[in-house]
DNA sequence: TCTGGGGTCCTAGGACCC
DNA sequence: TCTGGGGTCCTAGGACCC
């Protein structure tokens, strides 16, 4: 039996939902006005991180500074983003698809992918699709589109195409006429990188990476990639849609000056504020890490890293922040200007026992206080602005 | 114009073991 | 004394996603 998969993506997710709050506020609705949401856009290095329709007209990008999109539009409207805003309406789109399959695999805060090989049966899958999208428009005030194939790859594929508030279908019988003729950064996994490597070959369109010699393709992008680019340049995935939510295989954080830094002691001050927040992280996740990871990133954007294991897997502060000092000695000259520094940690588990040795940092009790109390303060912090958001 | 932050997966070379 | 080949782990770097 062919299998249908819808694929659920809300419609400039970040504007769309700050634009709902504004709207219920009484205030005008940004969807409608050249808009963006940005970071403090007094800080230089702000970037934008979602663009209304009318913006996005103006030519105006996602990842785009906001010092280039002002220069674009002088008009432009920016707003700051709300993740506790973010979560609700991300846990309201995703329980009323859930309502419409239980196979629902989340892809991440604005997207999703249904299994309704079963629900749709003796339904038109475009009737159910198109109820969907408007429960969601008229329940909570924000659109999606929904692409539906005969599975998860053609599914994204259709829902990126023409937006806001669309149904579109891609089945494999329509995988020459729909998804040929695009170029090939177009397709899922395609990036800047392997778009040109292909143009530079004279593949343009996801047709001509669907028809090419396979070995052809190997030569160009390596054997697991162009056996993967040529099944889906062809409609083919056979993935199957992941109810399991799976478990963090990392965390990491990371900090852009802005201004680049030379002096070691505000780079420390960087390092210290990253690691309270990746190993406050693990701790609340209930994580030990045997992979601690720093990464410092040059004026020119090119970036060091180094990582090591730690003897014991650890979630004290102290101690992935020791390794992350000592590995910043070692790849940093301690004169180049940086740009950010970040700390990152891997290899989790969680593991419960601690293995008693010898050579234990007779500090540790103290560190583990020093991790207990600021755990604490930051979760007073997180109530405090939960029960501030709650009052609105 | 001057580029954020948080993830996943892959590759390739070297070390080490059997 | 010198040899092949496979497996695993670690590290650094890179590509891609939202």
Redesign the pocket.
């Known amino acids: 039996m062919e299998r249908i998969i819808f694929h659920i993506d809300v419609n400039s ?1 970040f504007l769309s939902w700050i634009a709902v709050k504004m709207v219920r506020e009484g205030k005008p609705d940004l969807r409608l006005v050249p808009s963006v949401v940005s ?1 403090d856009p007094e800080d ?4 934008i ?1 979602a663009a209304s329709i009318p913006a996005k007209k103006l030519g105006i990008k ?4 906001v ?2 999109a002002l ?1 674009t539009c002088p008009s432009l409207v920016i707003v700051g983003g709300d993740w506790g805003w973010y979560k609700e309406c991300s846990e309201g789109f995703i329980s009323i698809c859930r309502k419409y399959s239980p196979v629902l695999q989340q ?5 999703c992918f249904i299994d309704m090989s079963f629900r749709c049966y003796g339904q038109d899958p475009v009737e159910v699709a198109t109820r969907l999208k408007d429960e969601i428009r008229t329940t909570l005030g924000f659109t999606v589109n929904v692409g539906v194939g005969s599975n998860k790859l053609l599914a ?1 594929m259709a829902s ?1 195409f023409e937006k806001p508030d669309k149904v579109h279908t891609l089945w494999e019988s329509e995988v020459q006429e729909k998804m040929w003729p695009l170029g090939v ?1 177009d ?9 040109a ?1 292909l143009t530079s070959y004279g593949i343009r369109t996801i047709g001509d990476l669907a028809t090419i010699d396979i070995t052809m393709l190997t030569r160009l992008v ?4 162009a056996i993967q680019l040529h099944e889906y340049a062809n409609g083919r995935d056979d993935s199957p849609v992941e109810t399991e939510v ?11 000056f802005s201004k680049d830094l030379t002096d070691p002691v505000d780079i420390d001050r960087a390092l210290f504020n ?1 690691a309270c ?2 190993a406050h ?1 693990i701790r609340r996740d209930h994580f030990r890490a ?2 601690v ?1 720093m990464f410092i ?1 040059y004026t ?10 730690v003897p014991q897997p650890t979630d004290v502060t102290a101690m992935i922040l020791n390794e992350a000092r000592r ?1 910043l000695h ?2 940093w000259d301690g004169v180049s200007p940086l ?2 520094v ?1 700390l ?1 940690v ?2 989790l588990t969680h593991e419960n026992y601690e293995q008693m040795s010898l050579f234990e940092d007779p500090r540790m009790e103290y560190y583990r206080e020093w991790d207990r109390q600021y755990d604490e303060k930051r979760a007073l912090a997180e109530d405090a602005r939960m029960l501030a958001y709650e009052r609105k």
């Not at 230089?44 to 970037?47: F, L, P, V």
């Not at 397709?187 to 778009?195: F, P, Q, R």
């Open positions: 997710a970071g230089r290095r702000s970037i991180t996602t990842a785009q500074p010092s280039m220069r892809f991440s805060i604005d997207e994204k990126d950064r397709l899922l996994w395609v990036g800047k990188k392997t778009e490597r390596g054997r697991n990639a799976a478990e963090a295989k990392s965390y990491s954080a990371e900090r852009t990253v927040i990746v992280r045997s992979t990871s990133k020119d954007f090119s970036v060091a890293q180094k990582q090591c294991q590995m070692e790849v740009r950010q970040g990152g891997s290899k």
